[in-house]
């Protein structure tokens, strides 16, 4: 299962970020993460275009604590809806849509 982690800002807790891929790392996820760093060289349009190609490319959506603050993150969401991906706000949901998969 390929994760695309959206709501990643500076604020956030770096070991809690590491921590949470690591838990998706051992339930056998891949996990996406924009890097706003290396986003921030492409204009608006162009950063926005490459983060909904990875949701595109991703089996579901994993909202940061903290991800309505952000734009883009509401804009990731929508675009996830709308792909009709899986949302998932907490490791529990993860593991429960893993265990959906399996049935």
């Known amino acids: 299962m390929i994760v695309y982690l959206s709501g990643i ?3 956030n807790d770096e070991q809690d970020l590491d921590r949470l891929r690591y838990n998706l790392f051992e339930l056998g996820c ?3 993460t924009p890097e706003a760093k290396e986003l921030e060289k492409l204009n608006y349009s162009e950063n926005i275009r490459l983060r909904i190609s990875f949701i595109q490319s991703s089996s ?7 991800w309505n ?9 929508t675009a996830a809806m709308e792909d009709r991906k899986p ?9 429960e849509l893993i265990t959906t998969l399996d049935n």
């Open 9 to 11: 800002n500076i604020d």
């Open 30 to 32: 891949t996990v996406i």
């Open 60 to 66: 579901t959506i994993y909202m940061l604590p903290n």
């Open 87 to 95: 949302l998932c706000f907490s490791p529990e949901d993860i593991r």
């Open 69 to 77: 603050d952000n734009e883009i993150s509401r804009i990731e969401l």
